[in-house]
């Protein structure tokens, strides 16, 4: 007796772990969506588990007292003063004008999963016929990454090995994994770029999660034979890929845009809020636990109300942790681009993923995750958290020069404007005046931010 009980608990054990293997990857979506698909996604799950209850509707003013997992509030030590930054000065406001336009500025039109493959794409010297056959696979891919239509539907050409020469060049492309035909494919390409995965992953991902997604636990302790360690290394290691690579670059675009967070200056304070009039407040229901005191007997119902209430914590909990990171992540952000909120876009530091990842003790890839299609309310209008990670003029980031591309390109157009009327400003006048602020940019990359600002040339003014 004694040895088959010890059997049950390594069994209940490993269940447990297989569970919260298989809510990972509902977790990382949580953290991917914006506002407008988390909502749907919510409202999805209150459909279909008695578990939650609502205890607070969208919209609704007068909320409940805050509780452990309605935490929507931080404030943030004043960032704009007391810094120990020894290179830190206070920064003009701007004028009245310049920051009314970039209150009526629309939100900038990202680059897209499409344009960002074909523009590594076009930096390499490859032949043309497997140039134009990875253009065509680039272009078949949805938003997440993967193939629309099988690839080889795409082949003119009967030259042996070059589909999958194209296919491997794609998916080693930032962001790794594209090119593939669902997530399981993308998660192997991804290990095996990285060259660092545990012993027999490809088996986990290809036997595993399968059986997983219809919950035929013993099979898949029959069948793979892990211990509880290694299903721990497998976890931990699948949480530092990304399923769907592609989403990284959507562009979808959304009737309106749902700031996520807003940045407001409250008594001299500067105040991180996380927008949650849009989403309601849930719980586990206490009634429906309850009926499981009348149904001590009945072992369907025992696992129907015990399943449904575990998964409801679940759900309810990554909510949570997805908000904890986006508030942690953003106040990294803020703190960093304290010039930023003072100054406007032209004070925009050179800024990584790493930079922030390193900051708050997570990986790049969730930050880049509740980074993407998350935005926040300024005083200098509505942005992507995106916008705020931009390379150094030196393409070193952060650790490079400490202008931005994308302030040096305010900088540019702010000389334009102000600009006597008639008067001509070349690409090297411009270099030349750049030079006086401590900016320096050869004449090609001036033309370059010319172009991209869409602002005419000197032949053309």
Excluded at 401 to 426: F, M, N, Y
Aim: glycine share 4%; proline share 5%.
């Amino acid at each position: 007796m004694p040895v088959h009980g010890q059997g049950m608990t390594t069994q209940q054990s490993l269940a447990q772990r297989q569970v919260i293997t298989q809510k990972l990857i509902q977790s990382i979506k949580l953290m991917a969506m914006p506002l407008t698909e988390l909502r749907e996604a919510i409202q999805e799950e209150i459909d279909k588990n008695p578990a939650l209850e609502v205890v607070r509707e969208a919209g609704e003013v007068d909320a409940p007292e805050p509780t452990e997992t309605t935490i929507r509030e931080e404030r943030i030590a004043d960032p704009f003063s007391n810094s120990s930054d020894p290179g830190y000065q206070p920064l003009p406001r701007g004028d009245a004008d310049s920051k009314q336009r970039f209150l009526e500025t629309a939100v900038s039109r990202e680059e897209s999963l499409h344009e960002h493959l074909l523009d590594q794409l076009r930096l390499m010297e490859v032949s043309p016929e497997l140039a134009q056959l990875t253009e065509k696979i680039i272009w078949n891919l949805d938003d997440d990454g993967f193939h629309q239509e099988p690839p080889e539907l795409l082949m003119e050409s009967s030259k042996p090995g070059l589909l999958s020469e194209a296919l491997r060049l794609i998916q080693s492309l930032d962001p790794i994994g594209c090119a593939t035909v669902d997530w399981r494919e993308s998660l192997l390409v991804q290990a095996a770029i990285r060259h660092d995965s545990p012993d027999d992953f490809q088996r986990f991902i290809l036997k595993a999660l399968p059986l997983m997604e219809n919950k035929r636990w013993k099979e898949v302790r029959n069948s793979l034979q892990i211990s509880i360690e290694d299903w721990e290394e497998y976890e931990n290691y699948i949480r530092n890929l990304n399923p769907f690579p592609g989403r990284m670059y959507s562009v979808q675009a959304s009737p309106y845009i749902i700031p996520d967070l807003v940045v407001r200056k409250m008594e001299g304070e500067y105040v991180l809020i996380l927008n949650d009039e849009v989403l309601p407040v849930l719980r586990v229901d206490p009634e429906f636990e309850r009926i499981k005191e009348d149904a001590s007997e009945d072992r369907d119902t025992m696992r129907f109300i015990s399943d449904h209430s575990r998964e409801a914590r679940y759900f309810i909990n990554s909510l949570a942790q997805r908000d904890n990171t986006l508030l942690k992540v953003a106040r990294a952000i803020v703190e960093f681009q304290r010039d930023f909120f003072t100054g406007g876009p032209r004070f925009l530091k050179p800024l990584t993923l790493k930079n922030i990842a390193a900051e708050i003790g997570v990986h790049e890839a969730t930050v880049s995750r509740i980074t993407t299609n998350k935005y926040v309310q300024t005083d200098w209008g509505l942005y992507e958290l995106k916008y705020f990670f931009t390379n150094s003029i030196s393409g070193a980031g952060s650790s490079g020069s400490r202008v931005s591309k994308v302030a040096a390109k305010e900088i540019i157009k702010e000389i334009l404007e102000q600009k006597d009327s008639g008067q001509r400003l070349s690409d090297q006048k411009l270099v030349d005046l750049l030079a006086r602020r401590g900016i320096n940019l050869a004449r090609r990359t001036v033309a370059k931010y010319r172009n991209e600002l869409d602002l005419p040339s000197s032949y053309q003014q």
